[in-house]
């Protein structure tokens, strides 16, 4: 299980731990706040491809989906 900080998620690096066409490496573009600041949400966006994703921060926690850093 990742130890996550969610106010320090901005830009960072992540990789998938099971790749789906070709996308292993993500980065962390935005930050979806509610209104007392805490981050509810985040936009994972491939490398390769630029796609974008909005998902629950929490999912980052998981290391058998994702790892921290690139790999």
């Known amino acids: 299980m990742n130890r ?9 690096k992540w990789t998938a731990a099971q790749p789906q066409d070709r996308e292993k490496h993500f980065l962390v573009t935005e930050l979806f706040r509610d209104e007392e600041g805490r981050v509810l949400e985040i936009e994972l966006q491939a490398v390769l491809t630029k796609r974008a994703e909005r998902l629950d921060w929490q999912i980052l926690k998981y290391d058998d989906h994702w790892l921290l850093g690139w790999k």
């Open 4 to 12: 996550i900080n969610p106010q320090k998620l901005l830009l960072s």
